[in-house]
């Protein structure tokens, strides 16, 4: 990939309740135009499940008090909650010259990269978008993209109480274990997880150079 002159623009958001960010980014992504810069969001949200576009209910166990939230990405039903790094992915994948496959490699082999930083043997699996570790799930993956151009993206578990996951599906699996840097022996806070994601990940899209933003848009 040709290396990028413009800047990748990192959006640090916070903590944020899922529906603003998502109704944020739908609108970014409409209001875009061939100019516009690629930005990577990231973000903690409350607790949530998140529905995607061919979500089967069976796939939701026992939400209780969690709110479910439709959303128009691929796949099935994953949970964010505290402790997971959630980085959203506004990107021209036209403009940068790839197709869907190869973005979802891109994002996969970001995570490998950052695990293998640490020791860590992960893998990605052709039948099941997301990255592995000793079959046990560490990120999930589900985009949507509208002329061209992404949005949603990835979520890597840090530190988090994993036991929501119990109640459901996880990606639409029935008994998918799912995993977390803490549990593999990896002490970072969301902070640091994204300083080290980050810019692996955009140097994979062709990015040299970046710029540090808060807020939403």
């Not at 960010?21 to 607790?47: K, N």
């Not at 479910?68 to 949970?79: A, E, L, P, S, W």
């Not at 999930?140 to 109480?161: F, I, K, P, T």
């Not at 995993?179 to 990896?186: H, N, P, S």
């Amino acid at each position: 990939m040709h290396p990028r002159s413009e800047p990748l623009l990192l959006r640090c958001l916070g903590r944020q309740d899922y529906g603003p960010v998502f109704a944020a980014m739908q609108a970014f992504t409409e209001a875009r135009d061939a100019a516009t810069l690629d930005e990577l969001w990231w973000v903690e949200h409350p607790p949530v499940f998140t529905q995607g576009l061919a979500g089967k209910a069976e796939h939701l166990l026992a939400p209780g008090a969690i709110p479910v939230v439709q959303v128009d990405r691929g796949g099935q039903v994953t949970y964010h909650g505290p402790g997971q790094l959630v980085v959203y992915c506004l990107l021209d994948v036209r403009r940068l010259g790839l197709s869907v496959r190869a973005l979802v490699s891109v994002l996969e082999d970001a995570v490998i990269e950052l695990l293998a930083g640490y020791g860590i043997t992960a893998q990605a699996r052709p039948d099941a978008p997301g990255v592995y570790v000793n079959e046990a799930k560490i990120a999930s993956l589900g985009l949507r993209l509208r002329q061209g151009r992404s949005y949603h993206g990835l979520s890597l578990n840090v530190a988090m109480d994993l036991e929501p996951f119990t109640r459901i599906n996880p990606c639409g699996y029935p008994g998918l274990r799912v995993t977390q840097l803490r549990e593999l022996g990896v002490a970072l806070d969301l902070d640091s997880a994204a300083a080290a994601l980050l810019p692996g990940l955009g140097r994979r899209l062709g990015y040299t150079c970046y710029s540090t933003i808060t807020g939403l848009p």
